[in-house]
């Protein structure tokens, strides 16, 4: 969804292996639409997130040269960013 110089992604379940395979070809289009935009990753569905999904959002990150911000994430699954060094990459909001 695109709101003004900012377009918002939400993610919902489980971001597992099946799951981000299947969202490829979808974050490509995303990427292309984010050029010069602000991409905020929506979370506060999300309920899991695998090495999968974590290849996946350092895929955005690593295609868009501006910034991504995720929103709304659970503790659980932020903590998993931090073990894992990937919360640097992003900026996260409430």
């Known amino acids: 969804m695109q709101n003004g110089d900012k377009i918002v992604c939400s993610l919902s379940g489980r971001l597992n292996t099946e799951v981000a395979t299947g969202l490829c070809s979808q974050v490509d289009e995303l990427i292309a639409q984010s050029q010069g935009k602000q991409l905020v990753i929506d979370c506060s569905e999300l309920e899991y997130i695998s090495s999968s999904g974590l290849r996946l ?10 910034v991504v ?12 960013l931090k ?3 990937i919360d640097s990459f992003f900026e996260f909001a409430d």
């Open 69 to 80: 911000t995720i929103k709304n994430m659970k503790p659980d699954i932020k903590q998993i």
């Open 83 to 85: 073990l894992t060094k």
């Open 57 to 66: 959002f350092l895929k955005i990150k690593k295609q868009l040269s501006g």
